[in-house]
């Protein structure tokens, strides 16, 4: 027989909300399923009984209580039922609100963003004008700008797509099951929080962890762009396909564009940069961690090569 919450001692409860928590479960829902249909037959069977008790005569398909014919022969007017009461008449309602949607920012919008982003001259002081960036639709639905982790003088700068539900609660960048894969990656060539510089293409979570709208990702742009300037890294990891496409300027998927090095554009600078399989698609994926580790290889290449230089 199962517990109810009551029941459980605090460290049980704790624990099956954390595996909750693991599960992916946001929310709660009733123990049993209510069928709505039942409560619709009982809530029709009670108007009907309201109706006898009141001695109104039920009507049929909605029309009113047929005439009865007087001596003469003429049909007088239909007689209302007794519980057909003329009412007071009704407030005017209000319209109901329209659903939310996404509106897209006009040029104003970007333009702000590339001004603000262009005014940082440290990386203190770029976390602080996203601090107060309203621009973007994401941080109003966020609990927290997630920056970045790491070392920011490290040679390597890992760019991932944007935080999810553990990173948006922490306000830090892959600490969820992908930040925890994305260790172990770091540690198998030697590499970790110390000696690598952690972001996301995007600052604040989207609902649900959607995929970003393009113009999420088109406001973001010269935070990142100016953060990877600030940065200085000399080499830049792409992790997954908005990363990879929104920074090397191409349609093609990550599937295609891993494997290679190419070269990313700062400024006047140009980053060899490595676009590679997200973490998040290899817990999906697991049979693709094979072309993960031929990446890892090739950059751990790199950053020996640059070492002994």
């Not at 099956?16 to 709505?36: K, N, Q, S, T, W």
């Not at 029709?44 to 009865?68: C, D, N």
Request: some cysteine; hydrophobic content about 40%.
């Amino acid at each position: 027989m199962s517990e109810t919450a009551s029941e459980m001692t605090p460290q049980a409860l704790a624990a099956l909300l954390h595996f909750y928590a693991e599960a992916g479960v946001d929310a709660l829902c009733e123990e049993a399923a209510i069928d709505r249909f039942e409560q619709s037959a009982e809530q029709a069977q009670s108007r009907k009984q309201r109706t006898r008790e009141s001695g109104a005569q039920p009507s049929s398909g909605g029309g009113a209580a047929p005439s009865v014919p007087d001596r003469q022969g003429a049909s007088p007017a239909p007689r209302l039922a007794q519980a057909e009461k003329p009412s007071a008449p009704q407030p005017a309602r209000s319209p109901a609100p329209k659903a939310s949607h996404l509106t897209v920012p006009g040029e104003a919008a970007f333009e702000d963003a590339r001004a603000l982003a262009a005014s940082a001259k440290t990386i203190a002081e770029l976390r602080q004008a996203l601090e107060g960036y309203n621009g973007c639709n994401l941080r109003h639905s966020a609990k927290s700008l997630v920056f970045a982790d790491g070392n920011p003088e490290a040679d390597v700068m890992f760019i991932g797509e944007a935080p999810g539900r553990d990173e948006d609660l922490q306000g830090l960048p892959f600490v969820g099951r992908a930040g925890q894969l994305l260790d172990r990656m770091l540690a198998a060539i030697g590499l970790d929080r110390e000696s690598a510089y952690i972001t996301n293409m995007i600052f604040w979570r989207p609902p649900g962890n959607r995929t970003p709208a393009p113009h999420e990702i088109e406001l973001c742009r010269p935070f990142i762009e100016r953060h990877v300037t600030l940065a200085a890294p000399k080499v830049v990891v792409l992790l997954g396909n908005v990363a990879a496409k929104s920074l090397l300027g191409t349609e093609k998927g990550i599937l295609s564009l891993r494997g290679g090095w190419m070269e990313y554009t700062a400024g006047d600078v140009s980053i060899p940069a490595m676009p590679t399989l997200h973490p998040a698609y290899l817990l999906r994926n697991p049979a693709q961690k094979r072309l993960a580790w031929a990446d890892l290889l090739s950059l751990r290449a790199r950053l020996d090569t640059l070492e002994s230089n």
